[in-house]
């Protein structure tokens, strides 16, 4: 059989490569792109998007419990989980099948099957039906990433879970572990914790969600305590003695091991990239660490072969993948795109309350040699918040003394991480704390607090 002939092919239908397929038929490439499992990738059915939906619900559960506070009456406050779970894969069903209309749309080709590069711009796809073989002067993995699986404390979905099985809980968990305190344990500590599960999270670095400025991770921390979650930090797992529906954990601590039984443990200790398999090796792609080394432009050092998204590094965020899904497919298309700079990336994690960031935190400004200015403002000082109910977080914003520019900002608290976008468009229009200050936000907002915590920065703080 003949190989099918293409401009672009893509490998992975993540939100890096989904993106990148579309970007490219509508810069008139002809486009194909292979999957193996799912369109949406990890993200839409198994990631951001599921766990978002089953947040929502336990949101919505802790408000029911505060409804005398706002004036209302709610009795017998109760969940299904089972049907809170089938929500929660009703929304990734809808946006996925969504990913297949959008191909469609953008006439791009698509073949479900797993893909191997037996050469310089050859794909080989198994699918049901046998072997395709697919040709292209331009190649973009975006093969995506999995849970990292420590020995001697790997799932086994009855037990010990990753974030595939606690999305999809057999029951629910009465005395809960939590390894790893980024984005997605805490995440998952927060929605079982807020259920009423007896939760604990144990973290191997110094403070929970440890990207994050340190500032922020102890006001998040707090919080966490306060919601009855116990924080183990510098602590580590050594091992898990599992028995009848019951785990005794090893937890090393200050120097010694302390013994605890819990009777589910959710395992979140980072990720790995799919570089398995693919032919890589072969075609001289360097790898480190399970990532695939490219440079700012994403390009691999082979001709003609990009990497994308988690496969390419840090930070491991479908928005990052799917803007340099875009930056790709334009750079092959013959324009000149910018590259994707790490330090314009927003974090957003879900937990209650939440948290967001861009650039540097106040740590890593003065460890580049910045003179940094620094400026804070809490929720409890905010009109919005307080009819909000929501009266506990904080926003902070660091400038350079020199220049005035926004180097980073990091909030906790209600609706964080929609407002972050505020300062992402400022960092990339290379505003100024001038410009911010200039700026009229409207009353009343949450977003308010990013203004008072700019003029703050400059001793011009009004509402504190």
């Excluded at 002809?30 to 998007?49: D, P, S, Y």
């Excluded at 991770?217 to 028995?243: C, H, P, Y």
Aim: neutral net charge; hydrophobic residues 40%; aromatic residues 6%.
């Amino acid at each position: 059989m003949a190989a099918k002939s293409f401009d672009m092919i893509v490998i992975g239908a993540g939100p890096g490569g989904y993106v990148a397929a579309i970007r490219g038929a509508q810069l008139g490439m002809n486009v194909a792109v292979v999957e193996r499992e799912h369109m949406g990738g990890i993200c839409l059915n198994w990631g951001c998007i599921p766990t978002k939906a089953m947040l929502r619900s336990s949101e919505v559960f802790h408000l029911m419990h505060r409804a005398k506070e706002f004036g209302l009456k709610a009795d017998k406050i109760d969940y299904d989980l089972d049907a809170v779970v089938k929500r929660s894969r009703s929304v990734a069903g809808q946006l996925s099948g969504g990913i297949g209309h959008l191909m469609k749309k953008n006439k791009v080709t698509t073949v479900m099957g797993e893909a191997t590069l037996t050469g310089k711009g050859k794909v080989s796809v198994k699918t049901e039906k046998g072997t395709e073989e697919l040709t292209a002067k331009n190649i973009v993995l975006a093969t995506g990433a999995r849970a990292r699986e420590l020995p001697g404390l790997e799932a086994d979905g009855d037990l010990v879970w990753t974030y595939k099985h606690a999305l999809l809980p057999p029951r629910m968990p009465k005395k809960l572990l939590v390894i790893g305190s980024g984005a997605i344990g805490i995440e998952f500590a927060s929605f079982y914790n807020t259920l009423g599960a007896d939760t604990t999270v144990v973290e191997v670095m110094d403070r929970v969600l440890p990207v994050e400025d340190a500032e922020i991770s102890a006001f998040a921390k707090k919080a966490f305590t306060k919601q009855g979650m116990k924080i183990m930090e510098k602590a580590m797992v050594k091992q898990l003695d599992r028995a009848k529906g019951k785990v005794t954990a090893h937890i090393e601590v200050g120097g010694k091991v302390e013994k605890h039984d819990f009777d589910t443990v959710i395992s979140a200790v980072g990720i790995v990239g799919n570089v398995e398999n693919l032919g890589l090796e072969a075609l001289g792609v360097k790898i480190d660490r399970t990532h695939v080394v490219v440079d700012e432009y994403c390009r691999t050092g082979v001709d003609g072969l990009y990497a994308i998204g988690d496969i390419a590094g840090a930070p491991w965020l479908a928005h990052k993948a799917s803007h340099e899904g875009v930056m790709v497919a334009e750079l092959i298309a013959g324009k000149h795109p910018h590259p994707v700079r790490p330090e314009s990336i927003a974090g957003c994690t879900y937990c209650h309350p939440q948290v967001a960031s861009v650039g540097y935190t106040e740590a890593k400004a003065k460890e580049l040699g910045y003179d940094i200015k620094v400026g804070r403002f809490p929720f409890i000082g905010n009109g919005k918040a307080i009819a909000l109910g929501e009266p506990e977080g904080m926003i902070k914003t660091i400038f350079d003394t020199k220049t005035g520019e926004l180097l980073g900002a990091h909030m906790v608290g209600a609706e964080v991480t929609e407002m972050i976008q505020g300062y992402v468009v400022g960092r990339q229009l290379e505003t100024t704390e001038e410009d911010l200050m200039h700026t009229v936000f409207p009353h009343p907002t949450l977003s308010e607090m990013m203004h008072e915590s700019v003029l703050d920065a400059y001793g011009q703080v009004i509402h504190m």
